[in-house]
């Protein structure tokens, strides 16, 4: 069982040690009536929790560099910083999401750095930079499924450690997947968070194939 953590006020909520704010705290309704993401980065989604969970679990390197494609409010990068001190930059398309990073980033303490990016545009230079790339809930259309196979080759190729998906199980993810087990050394595992309420989807994640080792007698 985790140990209880008292919130300090309501419509705060604390998951795998960072604090959050529902969609129905002052400060994240004052922020809606400025901005307003479009493309669906309008809360924490579950996916999020999962890749906390799953993080919690394996575990990242103190200070490692990681990406976060498609961050929406980026509460994934904020726990990175804090566990880990990763040290974290949350790329989303929209810029609307960043005013939302900025209140999450500051309520928990730490520093994430922001990047409007596409991330089907994400170039070798753009990726080769980070150790992981990791992203909750960002492949919800047909659309997105090549460009996301794309990036991912690109990304191995230029050296980045591992690329780690979180998805509810929608059938464009699952596509993904397949591709990548093609191509790659590929983990994909049911997966579930039990904070800050209980949510189970699927993690996939996504390294480049070792080479066999040869028998050979020298
Ligand atoms: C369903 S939300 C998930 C947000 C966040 N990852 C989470 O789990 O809470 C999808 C996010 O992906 C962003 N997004 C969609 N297409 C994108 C693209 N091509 N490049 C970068 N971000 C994108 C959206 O703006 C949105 O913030």
Redesign the pocket.
Known sequence: MPKLQRVPEANVEYAYGIYLLSTKHRLIKTLRKRYK?????????????L?MDYLSERGLKKGAKAA?????????SVFCARKFSARMTA????P??FPFVEVLADLNGVEVEQQK?????LKAVDLAPFNHII????C??DS?VQ?LVRMTNRALKSGVESVII?DPGRPTFYEYCDQMASKHDTELQQWYASEPDRYEGEIVEVKLKKPKKTNKKQ
């Open positions: 993401p479009s493309i669906h980065g309008d809360r924490a989604w579950g996916s999020s929790f890749l976060e494609i498609g961050c929406g409010w980026a509460g994934l790329m989303d398309l929209d609307a999401v990016a596409d991330f089907t545009k992203g909750g809930d960002i919800f259309w997105l460009p979180a």
